[in-house]
């Protein structure tokens, strides 16, 4: 294949879906993968890192999921669901998979993942794993817009939203008269809004 030909077929990737990609990659298309990691691996990233708590691992586990689907790409059935949620499904599977295998090698020596770990990876329900994907998906880009905010109208929301206070607290908390506490939160509010399209 020639260079023109390999970045022909790398753009036309992009504007593939996800489905397509997977057929794609049960016939060993490398371009079809690494479009596939483009789009989820900072997904698989966070929710791994969330289940085992350590970047190094988190990686680790990130390589093996994008492994484990270049193997299994020819497995998916379109009718089990969506995409994101198989791959969500061996992310989540790997995550407590990995944790196990240290409690039970404290050194921390790795293991390969078992073909005759399968059974049990049959067995996780999709729909939980949808679910949870897209509450950390959504958990995600609230963290961010919050962060984005103003640091005296992020102040206020965390302390209402987060940590239960009244405005009148509040007020006495950060020293400020009530209805600039008032204002700022309702600002914020209107900002996090228009950021997250409710």
């Known amino acids: 294949m020639s260079l023109d030909t390999a970045l022909g077929q790398l753009v036309d990737d992009r504007k593939l879906n996800d489905e397509t990609l997977l057929r794609l990659i049960a016939q060993a298309q490398q371009s079809a993968l690494g479009e596939l990691y483009d789009r989820y691996s900072r997904l698989v990233y966070s ?42 499904s061996i992310t989540r599977y790997r995550s407590i998979d990995m944790l196990r295998r240290l409690k039970v090698r404290p050194e921390g020596n790795r293991a390969v993942w078992a073909e005759e770990d399968d059974e049990l ?28 905010l103003p640091k005296d109208q992020r ?5 209402a939203f987060f940590n239960g206070y009244t405005h009148a607290e509040i007020a006495q908390i950060l020293n400020e008269p009530l209805g600039t506490v008032k204002t700022r939160i309702r600002l914020a509010m209107q900002k996090l809004r228009h950021t997250l399209r409710y």
Not at 155 to 159: E, F, G, K, M
Request: hydrophobic share 45%.
């Open 121 to 148: 990876f049959e067995s996780i329900d999709p729909i939980d794993i949808e679910e949870e994907v897209q509450l950390n998906q959504r958990s995600d880009t609230i963290r961010k817009a919050i962060a984005e």
């Open 47 to 88: 929710m791994a890192l969330n289940s085992v708590d350590d970047p190094a691992l988190a990686e680790e586990i990130t390589q093996d999921v994008f492994l484990r689907i270049w193997n299994k790409a020819t497995t998916y059935q379109v009718e089990q669901g969506k995409v994101m949620t198989w791959i969500a």
């Open 155 to 159: 102040q206020a929301l965390t302390l």
